[in-house]
């Protein structure tokens, strides 16, 4: 009986050390935490708000669907594709466009702005986006071939521009009058109101080849000592938004794209 008992010890003990042995060897598997947002969300790109002049064709104009659209318009929405951010246009008169971005109602100007010494005191500018001449424009059977023989008699050119900054001191015009927009002067012109318009070289070419085609044309260049660029103007200062610009239009003429707009465009 003793010799019984005591065989079942030493089983139950043998039993209990082969449980521990098993317990020891079996490895727990540590929960693995969990890669919250491994892959970081992406910061959603940089919206800018243009303000555009949308009574300035080839440039900037209003389309049918009434959509500000345009040879800038397009150049800027290629240059937002390739620097990362969103571009958006608001449609601002010209009178008042330079006022609204003092105060910071938007971003930039994308809307024909020569670049001059004046307006740099007041606004930082991108990169040249191309340069452009002043055209003075006449009847198509008017013999004016230069201001000097419109002595006498009466031009226009949009207010605050530098096409009227041309003509604004000459003498021997019997006046000199100024539109909100150039499209007003264009029209003044066609129907003998004044003989003569001054206007930039892509606006000029525009309307004497397809709106008013048959009853306007180019007399001249003026010429100038200076070459006259045009770029975006942006808040003083806002160097976030002046770097992504000079960016895209940087890549877009690197790559073609720049070259590809102004041919669907007919640009000169």
Known sequence: MKRLF???????????????VVGCGEKKEEAKPEAANATAAAPAPKTIV??????????????????????????????AEKAGFVAEFKNVAWDGIFAGLASKKYDAIS????????????MDFSDPIMSIEQM?????????????????????????????????DEKGF??????????LAMEDLVKGSIQAVVADSPVAVDYTSKKHADKIKIATTLKSDKVENIGIAVVKGNQEVLDLVNKGLAAIKADGTFDKIKAQHQMQ
Do not use: N
């Open 6 to 20: 005591k065989s079942l010890l030493v089983a139950a003990a043998v039993s209990v050390l082969a449980l521990g």
């Open 50 to 79: 243009f303000a555009s002049d949308a009574a300035y064709p080839p440039m900037q104009y209003m389309s049918e669907q009434k959509e500000i659209v345009g040879f800038e318009v397009d150049v800027i929405k290629a240059a």
């Open 111 to 122: 809307s024909s702005v020569s670049i001059t010494d004046e307006r740099k005191a007041s």
């Open 136 to 168: 003075l424009v006449v009847a198509k059977d008017s013999t004016v071939a230069s201001l000097a023989d419109l002595k006498g008699k009466s031009i226009g050119a949009q207010i605050g521009t530098t096409s009227y900054l041309v003509i604004k």
């Open 174 to 183: 019997k006046a000199i009058k100024t539109y909100d927009e150039v499209g």
